[in-house]
């Protein structure tokens, strides 16, 4: 038998976000993306487009390897990152052959050729997408929260062109509509946080 939610139990879940600690975490994660997407992205780009440029000259070759070998060592620091703060319980991946013991070559075809290298790979891709689309969505609605939740304090301020607060009413209105942004925001923050979760579960977790 299904029931209907009292809007009352609607409002405390919309609100209640505040008060679980896993949403500060969550936040975290996603607002550590941006500095992390980015260097990952300088990473990749780096890498592979310096290394097959150079792959001609022979020298390209090491760079690409040290890319792919980079590449599993951040992806390495990203599974224990959402293990930390997203509540995954992602399992270590495998490991890479010994050059000392299996020898260079063993090493390199195994480096090429495991799933768990391509894997690193598309995660740290998703992960600086993330981290873009995080730093942009944190931009747009953090300034337009703050500016309206400003706005009692007086003056006059425009949201994107659009809105232009410049009277004593628009000024009260502007508050609630801040903090209803601002916790949408909050909303939308920690369900991108559990997708990425998501996400990280299915690349960086072990193969079965």
């Known amino acids: 038998m299904s029931t209907t939610r009292a809007p009352t139990d609607h409002l405390r879940s919309f609100v209640g976000v505040l008060g679980d600690r896993q949403t500060y975490r969550r936040i975290l994660y996603l607002l550590a993306a ?9 990473v990749l780009a780096f890498g592979f487009v310096f290394g097959v440029a150079l792959a001609v ?6 760079i690409l390897l040290a890319t792919l070998v980079l590449a599993r060592l951040l992806a390495e620091g990203e599974r224990q990152l959402a293990n930390a703060l997203l509540d995954t319980d992602i399992a270590p991946r495998d490991n890479l052959p010994s050059l000392s ?5 063993a090493a390199v075809s195994a480096l090429v050729r495991s799933n768990t290298t391509w894997r690193s790979v598309a995660f ?4 600086s997408l993330v981290g873009f689309l995080t730093w942009l969505f944190v931009l747009l609605t953090g300034v337009g929260a703050l500016v309206l939740l400003l706005a009692p304090l007086g003056g006059t301020a425009t949201i994107l062109d659009i809105w ?14 801040g903090v209803l942004l601002a916790l949408t925001a909050i909303h939308v923050l920690v369900a991108a946080a ?3 979760g998501d996400i990280a579960v ?7």
Do not use: M, N, W
Not at 57 to 62: D, K, S, T
Not at 164 to 177: G, N, V, Y
Not at 202 to 208: H, V
């Open 164 to 177: 232009t607060i410049d009277t004593a009413a628009e000024r009260l209105l502007a508050f609630p509509l």
């Open 194 to 196: 559990d997708q990425t």
């Open 34 to 42: 941006i500095p992390l997407g980015f260097l990952y992205y300088i």
């Open 124 to 127: 740290l891709v998703v992960k």
């Open 57 to 62: 000259f022979v020298v390209g070759i090491p």
């Open 202 to 208: 299915a690349l960086l977790g072990s193969e079965e």
């Open 101 to 105: 013991e299996d020898g260079v070559l």
